[in-house]
């Protein structure tokens, strides 16, 4: 097993001892953590992403942003090229389980990534130098392997920190990582 399969291993397993209670308690952390990191960027749009495997949940920003009028993407895979599109979601957007089980909108009216200013990336762990793991496939990565102005904030729960440098040529550095209890610049 490589570094990186060994760290996704563990970090999925400690993920997975999470109650439901327990991850709605910090689903409020994560909603304060980034009302404090919000007042510092500008932006109208934000890509999030639909909770799957007792990830950190941004459900509560989903809202916060709902109310206030920001527009909400969900991502998309893309399975021919492996990357992923982001596709509007509201109040009523009715959402369905893709291959993987992630939840994706089922009416797709997409936004092209240069408008796209904010978007959140869940991580299984994350490291010092604001580098993500993710669940292995790489969407996020390719995705994004060509830098646009777009904002990446990782999430994460404080325990998936890893303090080894694990990153690879391909990977992509987040801007910031926010965690429950903090935010990593």
Same mark, same amino acid.
């Given at each position: 097993? %490589?570094? =990186?399969?060994?760290?996704?291993?563990? =970090?999925?397993?400690?993920? %997975?001892?999470?109650?439901?209670?327990?991850?709605?308690?910090?689903?409020? #952390?994560?909603?304060?953590?980034?009302? !404090?990191?919000? !007042? @510092?960027?500008?932006? #109208?749009?934000?890509?999030?992403?639909?909770?799957?495997?007792?990830?950190?949940?941004?459900?509560?920003?989903? #809202?916060?942003?709902?109310? =206030?009028?920001? @527009?909400?993407?969900l991502p998309v895979i893309e399975n021919q090229s492996k990357t992923l599109s982001f596709a509007k979601n509201n109040f009523q957007s009715k959402l369905l389980a893709n291959k993987y089980g992630i939840y994706e909108p089922k009416d797709k009216?997409?936004?092209?990534?240069?408008?796209?200013?904010?978007?959140?990336?869940?991580?299984?762990?994350?490291? =010092? /130098?604001?580098?993500?793991?993710?669940?292995?496939?790489?969407?996020?990565?390719?995705?994004?392997?060509? !830098?646009?102005?777009?904002?990446?904030?990782?999430?994460?729960? %404080?325990?998936?920190? @890893? #303090?080894?440098?694990? /990153?690879?040529?391909?990977?992509?550095?987040?801007?910031?990582?926010?965690? /429950?209890?903090?935010?990593?610049?």
């Amino acid at each position: 097993m %490589s570094i =990186k399969e060994n760290i996704r291993h563990e =970090k999925r397993y400690e993920r %997975s001892l999470l109650s439901d209670a327990h991850i709605s308690r910090l689903s409020d #952390n994560f909603l304060s953590q980034w009302l !404090k990191i919000s !007042k @510092e960027l500008s932006y #109208n749009t934000v890509g999030l992403y639909y909770p799957f495997d007792n990830e950190a949940s941004p459900l509560e920003i989903i #809202n916060y942003l709902h109310s =206030k009028n920001k @527009e909400v993407l969900l991502p998309v895979i893309e399975n021919q090229s492996k990357t992923l599109s982001f596709a509007k979601n509201n109040f009523q957007s009715k959402l369905l389980a893709n291959k993987y089980g992630i939840y994706e909108p089922k009416d797709k009216e997409f936004v092209d990534l240069k408008h796209i200013d904010i978007v959140l990336v869940p991580c299984v762990a994350f490291n =010092k /130098q604001l580098f993500r793991l993710g669940m292995g496939g790489g969407f996020y990565d390719r995705t994004f392997s060509k !830098k646009t102005s777009t904002i990446l904030i990782g999430i994460a729960y %404080s325990f998936q920190f @890893e #303090n080894i440098s694990f /990153q690879e040529e391909h990977d992509i550095k987040m801007d910031y990582v926010i965690t /429950q209890k903090e935010i990593l610049k």
